[in-house]
């Protein structure tokens, strides 16, 4: 019997280097998400204690009325380009119409509190529903990810790693819970962020040996992160899975 064409491609230690690759960006999004979860619901959290406390708001006051598009003005720069007639953001001439604000006063304020969180000020609107941001914490995390491939996802454990970890860099506060400087370029995060698109982007879903040891050596590094990471449970966890993976 003819041994099959894949066999090879199975058997190559590149292969095997590409899965096991595949599997510490895997275990360290596992060890990074609950973190990133609780940072991002405490920022919502605050948002809209300050929103009651600056607007003379009550205290626990939400709002489920206002859609995206509704507080995003039509156009926007880097969001919507209805200034030349054709908008792709709003959905049609009738949300593309609606009257700007939010009639409760928290709406437009939590866009504002995001944007004035957000690293580059420039968060991914598109992602984003509006309407949960008072209920679901990841709605606001996804303001904070790349401006698309996002906005059907619903929770962290639905975000890929390259989301996860854009929205540490994003998000500003992130710093004080990073020693590493977030806003650099060659950032242990930013390198994180690099080794997974290298991985999901492998034309021959192939890593060289030397590049594995690297993406290992990077990946705990960043669970190592001396602020919170090096002595956080689920960071622990994701090392002790990526040391196991790498010697077998």
């Known amino acids: ?61 939400t709002c489920f ?13 880097k969001i919507c380009n209805g200034g030349r007639g054709k908008c792709k953001f709003h959905r049609n001439a009738a949300t593309q119409y ?42 606001v995390a996804k303001c904070f990810m790349p401006p698309d491939g996002y906005k059907d996802v619903t929770s962290a454990a639905e975000t890929d790693f390259n989301g996860i970890i854009s929205v540490i860099i994003n998000y500003k506060a992130f710093q004080s819970k990073v020693q590493d400087d977030l806003s650099k370029t060659c950032s242990i995060f930013a390198q994180g962020r690099e080794i997974g698109k290298a991985v999901r982007h492998s034309p021959q879903l192939e890593v060289e040996d030397t590049d594995l040891q690297q993406y290992f050596t990077d990946l705990l590094n960043l669970l190592s992160d001396p602020a919170y990471l090096s002595t956080n449970t689920d960071a622990k966890n994701a090392k002790t899975k990526l040391l196991q993976c790498l010697v077998k």
């Not at 095997?16 to 940072?39: C, H, Q, R, S």
């Not at 009325?65 to 926007?76: A, G, M, Q």
Request: charge should be positive; hydrophobic fraction near 30%; charged fraction near 20%.
């Open 65 to 77: 009325s206002c859609c995206t598009e509704n507080v995003i003005v039509c156009p926007t720069n």
């Open 1 to 61: 019997m003819a041994t099959p064409l894949y066999s090879s491609k199975l058997s190559g230690s590149k292969s095997k280097n590409w899965i096991k690759a595949g599997l510490a960006v895997l275990f360290t999004k596992e060890g990074i998400e609950p973190f990133v979860y609780d940072e991002i619901k405490q920022f919502q959290q605050k948002c809209l204690k300050d929103i009651s406390n600056n607007n003379g708001i009550p205290a626990g006051s």
């Open 98 to 139: 609606l009257p700007f604000g939010c009639p409760n006063k928290i709406c437009n304020n939590f866009k504002n509190e995001i944007q004035n969180a957000h690293r580059f000020h420039c968060p991914s609107f598109k992602n984003t529903d509006a309407t949960q941001w008072c209920t679901n914490p990841w709605e």
